[in-house]
Each structure stands twice: as structure tokens, then as C-alpha cells.
């Protein structure tokens, strides 16, 4: 990819009067000298299988292989069906985002977007826009260009993985990734995008990497559904026409920086934070007597 | 980890969860494992190292390792059933915790017999993102990392093998893209891995076979 930072990447898809989504679909043909409609169907193939996990999480929920998570999507779903809950269609993307991150855990097929960990989150967000608003699947494959876009540069300018940045890295990056693929999705501007962005992942800043027993489980699932809300009210945010005070690129700086800084314990190696609550000790040693 | 270049590498792979390196990585040194056996394995014992050891059951490293023995892909869902699928395909296997010394924390050792009674020894690591590499081929330090077409010969270990081989190959238009060559002990027996651009007919890896001095060539495929 020829763009250093998001904010070359927004100037050059304004200047040509195309969107984010257009502009890294094109510069992944030309990187890969292929034909656009591989790489067209490449994503789009992706996309159907985010599809797939949606429902496949939502309607025949599993216990997971450390046993510790399975059925919460489902059950968020039903509750939602009661027509009760108190955040509306955000709750929808996360009751979504959750089932995946469940499947995921139950050793179902997945995307990984960023990574395994934080695969709910952008299924999740987009499966519930595409229903709410009936967009194209064209337009939401275009989405998830921009969103990969994104993910490139965090993954140049600080990290994707759990081990290196903690979870800001992975359901933080999923997160700031989803927020700017609604905002591409709702007719947004390329800076608006960015905006959305930074607002996102200000907000998941030193989120440390602390599965318990090691599994991606507990907190992985649930940080998959709370990263979907996260994205969208970002979105949100920044539709409203709310600017980050820090540009997105500096904010992406800062969480690799805090990622250098954190103790290995957050790091996702299960010696500190909720892997080491009493809780998670004894979670951690009842599953690993099982070997 | 490598530098991550494509909209692919951020959006994808697409896989069976819950880990990529604990699982996907598992299933690609599984089959990196079947390739280099070159035949059907009828039985293994498997030593996991490091956090292979400790949290390979809850992330179905087992599972993993085994299914790509059977050369299922990656994202393929009965990743899951693999013990059964072992059952029906004759195959016995083993896991054992292992220190392997000084080596990465996902770390794997395969003792594997095929159905022919031949029999390999294989280390490997996955490195994260999915991305392996294989260390150890029968006791030959190597460094292979599945992303391209290999040769793996052994041979003698005499001036003008290894040009004779990169002559076959040039001859029929392949490009060498990484080459490596490792030996026990000088004038004895060598290994050579070349990784190629292009994929490599069965009649060049035959002519190759029919070299003076090779002992063994296995061509394994990108997994």
C-alpha cells in the first residue's frame, strides 16, 4: 500500500472524489498486479462468510472448547426480540458481534478481522446496517475495503496482535475499523471516516489482553460485543460532525506506544489482570486439569 | 510477524477459530507434515512445547495438528471432528508434553510413520497470524515456511549437485525464489530446499529424482 498515514490516505481519496473503500480496493489491485474482479470476489467471499457466522452463531449456539462461554448471542437476540431493550439497534449488532466471537470459541468458520480474537465485531456491526438500511452487498463489501485500509496502517504504525499491544491492538483495532466502514456506509466523508476512527479508539486505549487460561473466551467474547457498540456510536459521533481533537493517526501512534509500555502480564499471556482474579485462577485450573 | 502488505492479510483468512496461531498455524504444520511424509500416516506421537503444552486443548490445537495430518484446509469445519476422521482413516496418534529447549513457545515435534513404514521427524512453530515455519526435517535444520512450492531433496554431499539440479530447473523456466542447502557432516549427506515461483511439474521433479547422487526428493506444496 502506497499511503504512510490515514490522513494521506483521506486527501488522496478526496482529491480524486472517490471514497476510502474505492481508493484501497484500487491500490490492492495494483499491489497485487490482479484483476479487480479477483480481487473484487476475494472480499466478497469474506463477506459471505461473515454472513454465515452470523447466523450460524446466532441460531445453533455451541459450548465453546474451554467451556466458559456459548449461547450468550442467542440469548441477547431473544431478549432483544422482546422489544424491551434500552439501546435499541445497537444492542442488534451486538447480540450479533457476540455470536460470532462465540463461534469463533466453538471452533466454527470465521473471518479474521483484525484477528481470530476480534472476529464479531465487524460481521456483527455490518450485518445489522446492511438489514437496518438495506444496503447492497457491493456497498458493504466496499465498506469492509475501507475498514481493511484502516487495519493496514495500524498494522505499519503500531500492531494488530494481543501479544505485542494487547486488546487495544485487537478488538480496538477491530472497533476503529467497524466505526469507519459504518461511516463509509452512511455517506460519510473520507475525514469523517478518520474521525470516527480516532473517536473509537481514544476510548479503547490501554485495553490490556488477559484471557483467562489463556483461551480466547473470557473477556474475548464479550469485548467482541461491547467493541460493536463502541464502533457504532463512533460512527455516530462523527456523523454528527464531532472532530477527533487528536487526528487518527496520532491516536494509532499512541496505542502502539502504550502497547510497548505495557507489562507482558496484559499482554495475553494469562499471568495478570482478570486471568489473575480469583475467578479466572480457578477457571484457569479447573480446565487445565482436564489435560 | 511480516509486515502485512495486502487488504487480505487485515480481512482474512478466513478459518475455522478459535486461534490463529493455535490453530490455523496447527493445521498448516499438520499438513506441511503429510507432505514431507509424501504418503498416508498410519501413526504419530506429537510433542507440544510452551503455550502449544499448556492451552492446547482448549484452542483445538489437537484437533488442528491432526486434521492437517489428514490434509484438511484451514477453514475447513470438521476441523472439529478430526479424531473421528482419524479413527476412519487408520491412523494412531499420541500428544505429549515436551520441553523442546530454546525454541518458540508454539512449537511442535511430529514423530509420523506412513503406511509404507516410511518415517519422518519433523519441528516446527507457529509464528502467529497463521504463519508457521518448519525448523527440523530428520535431524536437517531447516527454515520452511509453506508460502511456496519446495523442493526438499537429500543427496550426497559432492561438488556439483546442486548445480545439476538448479540446471533442471532452468532449463524448464522455473525461478528459484529462496534456496537453502544444510548437511551433517562434510561429504556425507545434505539437503537442499529450493522455494520456486512456479509450481513444479511431476516430470522435472523426476528428472531431478534421476540425478546422480540423490537419495530422496519430495516436493511439497504451499499449505
Same mark, same amino acid.
Given at each position: 500500500m502506497e499511503w504512510s498515514s490515514l490522513a494521506e490516505m483521506a486527501a488522496c481519496a478526496e482529491e480524486q472524489g472517490i471514497s476510502l473503500g474505492r481508493l484501497v480496493f484500487l491500490g490492492e489491485v495494483q499491489d497485487t498486479e490482479g484483476q479487480e474482479r479477483s480481487v473484487y470476489e476475494r472480499m466478497s467471499k469474506s463477506w459471505q462468510v461473515m454472513k454465515e457466522a452470523v447466523q450460524e452463531g446466532l441460531n445453533n449456539p455451541s459450548k465453546s472448547r474451554g467451556g466458559m462461554i456459548g449461547g450468550e448471542g442467542h440469548k441477547l437476540a431473544a431478549y432483544l426480540k422482546k422489544g424491551r431493550s434500552l439501546s435499541g439497534d445497537v444492542l442488534d449488532a451486538v447480540s450479533r458481534a457476540l455470536a460470532v466471537a462465540e463461534l469463533n470459541a466453538a471452533m466454527g468458520k470465521i473471518v479474521a478481522a483484525p484477528t481470530a480474537g476480534s472476529c464479531g465485531i465487524i460481521p456483527g456491526v455490518l450485518t445489522m446496517l446492511q438489514e437496518k438500511l438495506n444496503l447492497s452487498d457491493e456497498a458493504v463489501i466496499y465498506a469492509l475495503f475501507a475498514a481493511s485500509g484502516i487495519g493496514l496502517i495500524i498494522a505499519q504504525?503500531? =500492531?494488530? =496482535?494481543g501479544a505485542q499491544g494487547g486488546c487495544q491492538a485487537e478488538c480496538g483495532s477491530a472497533a476503529a475499523m467497524a466505526a469507519a466502514a459504518v461511516v463509509e456506509l452512511a455517506g460519510g466523508t473520507p475525514f469523517q471516516v478518520l474521525d470516527a476512527v480516532a473517536i473509537s479508539m481514544k476510548n479503547n486505549l490501554g485495553l490490556v489482553c488477559d484471557p483467562v487460561a489463556g483461551l480466547v473466551e473470557v473477556p474475548c467474547a464479550k469485548r467482541n460485543a461491547l467493541g460493536a457498540a463502541n464502533a457504532l456510536v463512533a460512527a455516530d459521533m462523527a456523523l454528527a460532525g464531532i472532530v477527533s481533537v487528536i487526528p487518527a493517526d496520532e491516536v494509532i501512534g499512541a496505542m502502539g506506544e502504550i502497547g510497548r509500555t505495557m507489562p507482558e502480564a496484559l499482554r495475553e499471556t494469562a499471568q495478570g489482570g482478570l486471568a489473575r482474579t480469583p475467578t479466572g485462577l480457578k477457571l484457569a485450573k479447573k480446565f487445565l486439569s482436564l489435560e | 510477524m511480516a509486515k502485512y502488505m495486502s487488504c487480505f492479510d487485515i480481512i482474512g483468512p478466513?478459518?475455522?477459530?478459535? &486461534? =490463529? &496461531?493455535?490453530?490455523a498455524g496447527a493445521v498448516r504444520l499438520g499438513k506441511m507434515a503429510r507432505y514431507l511424509l509424501g504418503e498416508n500416516p498410519r501413526k504419530t506421537d506429537i510433542f507440544l512445547h510452551g503455550s502449544f503444552r499448556e492451552t492446547y486443548r482448549g484452542h483445538g490445537t489437537d484437533l488442528a495438528l491432526i486434521a492437517g495430518l489428514l490434509g484438511l484446509e484451514t477453514d475447513d469445519t470438521r476441523i472439529k471432528e478430526s479424531f473421528r476422521l482419524a479413527k476412519e482413516a487408520s491412523l494412531d496418534f499420541s500428544f505429549q508434553p515436551a520441553d523442546l529447549g530454546d525454541v518458540h513457545p508454539n512449537t511442535v515435534r511430529f514423530l509420523l510413520e506412513g503406511e509404507t513404514g516410511y518415517r519422518l521427524e519433523m519441528q516446527g512453530s507457529s509464528t502467529g497470524g497463521g504463519n508457521i515455519v518448519v525448523t527440523e526435517i530428520n535431524g536437517f535444520p531447516v527454515e520452511l515456511y509453506g508460502n511456496f512450492e519446495t523442493i526438499i531433496t537429500t543427496h550426497r554431499d559432492v561438488p556439483g549437485v546442486i548445480a545439476q539440479v538448479t540446471q533442471v530447473l532452468s532449463r524448464h523456466g522455473i525461478n528459484i525464489a529462496f534456496m537453502r542447502v544444510a548437511r551433517k557432516n562434510k561429504g556425507k549427506m545434505a539437503s537442499m530446499m529450493i522455494e520456486t515461483d512456479q509450481s513444479i511439474p511431476q516430470e522435472v521433479l523426476e528428472e531431478i529424482k534421476e540425478l546422480p547422487y540423490m537419495s530422496s526428493v519430495r516436493l511439497v506444496g504451499k499449505v
Open positions: 504504525r503500531a =500492531s494488530l =496482535s | 478466513i478459518m475455522v477459530g478459535p &486461534s =490463529s &496461531s493455535h490453530t
